[in-house]
C-alpha cells in the first residue's frame, strides 16, 4: 500500500464543514467541534482546506514560527495542539502572505496536504472547507471517500440561500449530508438575560424541512467565542459548563451517533457536470 493510501486507510470517520458563504462561523464551528469530539473520547484531527483564506493556525493559537516537519519521503508531520492533529496551508507559508494561486494549483495542493500528512489512527477527520461550491469541493468528491458534510448557516435569509447551494452540490457530488447547523442562532443579553434572534429566525428548519435532512444544533451568538477566536484559545476549552460548550459537545454526541464508517477504498468516481 503506498504511503498516500497508508495515510488515509488509518482514519475511520472523514467530515466536510461546508458553507455557501463566508462569515457564518464554518472555521470556529469546524474546530470546536473537532475539540469536542476529543472531550469525548475520540481521536481527531483537523485540516484547513482553505487555502485562500485558512484561519486554523490563528484560532488554535499556533505561532506562525512553528512549521510542520517535512520527512524525507515529503510525508507531512502533522503539528499538535489541544490534542488536535493539525494541518493548514498557513503552517506551509508566511502569514501575510496571499495565495495567489489558480484553482487547480490550490486543488493540488490541498489534495497533497490530505494524503501526505501523517495522520495516525484517527477516529474523524474534521476538514474546513472554504466557502462556495469550487473546484476544493469537487475534487474531494471525485477523488476520496467522504464519509458525511455537515452544512453551516446562519438564521439570515442570504445565508439560507447559499446554504440551499451548498446542500445541492453536496447531493449533486453525492457526499451524505449528516445534517445542519445554525450559527448564530441567538443573542441572551448579559445583563438582562433576554434572548433575541438578531439575525432573524427559522433558516435552519425550512432548509431541514425542505431538504429532509435534521437540524444538529443550534449555537448562541456570544462575545466569548469571537474573543476565544481572535485570541487563539478555542472556546470549548474555555467555557466549560456555558451555553457554549454545551452547545458544541451536544453536536459532538450527535456527529458521534450519526458517523459513518469510512469504506476500505481510499478513491472514489463521480460522474457529475461540470460549467
Known amino acids: 500500500m503506498a504511503n498516500t493510501e497508508k495515510n488515509l486507510s488509518c482514519i475511520k470517520n472523514i467530515i466536510l464543514v461546508a458553507s455557501g458563504k463566508g462569515g457564518v462561523g464554518k472555521s470556529t464551528t469546524s474546530l470546536n467541534l473537532a475539540l469536542s469530539l476529543q472531550v469525548l473520547g475520540k481521536s481527531v484531527g483537523i485540516l484547513d482546506a482553505d487555502i485562500y483564506g485558512p484561519s486554523q493556525r490563528k484560532m488554535l493559537g499556533i505561532p506562525n514560527e512553528v512549521k510542520p516537519e517535512v520527512l524525507e519521503n515529503n510525508e507531512i508531520v ?12 498557513a503552517f506551509l507559508s508566511d502569514e501575510k502572505a496571499p495565495m495567489v494561486w489558480r484553482g487547480p494549483m490550490a486543488v493540488r495542493a490541498l489534495q497533497q496536504m490530505l494524503t501526505l500528512t501523517k495522520w495516525g489512527q484517527l477516529d474523524f477527520l474534521i476538514i474546513d472547507m472554504p466557502p462556495g461550491t469550487g473546484d476544493i469541493h469537487i475534487s474531494l468528491a ?55 434572534r438578531i439575525f432573524g429566525d427559522g433558516a435552519a428548519s425550512r432548509l431541514a424541512s425542505d431538504y429532509q435532512i435534521p437540524t ?52 472514489k468516481s463521480v460522474n457529475i457536470s461540470i460549467v
Open 142 to 196: 471525485q477523488q476520496f471517500n467522504i464519509s458525511a458534510a455537515i452544512v453551516v448557516t446562519t438564521p439570515q435569509i442570504i445565508s439560507e440561500i447559499d446554504a440551499r447551494k451548498a446542500i445541492e452540490m453536496l447531493i449533486k457530488v453525492k457526499i451524505p449530508i449528516m445534517g445542519i447547523v445554525e450559527n448564530m442562532a441567538s443573542f441572551t443579553c448579559p445583563h438582562c438575560r433576554e434572548e433575541s
Open 78 to 89: 502533522p503539528i499538535e495542539h489541544h490534542g488536535l492533529k493539525a494541518m493548514s496551508a
Open 216 to 267: 444538529l444544533a443550534s449555537l448562541p451568538l456570544m462575545q466569548e467565542i469571537q474573543e476565544n477566536a481572535d485570541n487563539g484559545v478555542p472556546s470549548i476549552t474555555q467555557i466549560e459548563g456555558s451555553e457554549a460548550s454545551d452547545a458544541y459537545l451536544s453536536l459532538a454526541a450527535k456527529v458521534i451517533a450519526r458517523s459513518y464508517n469510512k469504506p476500505d477504498d481510499t478513491s
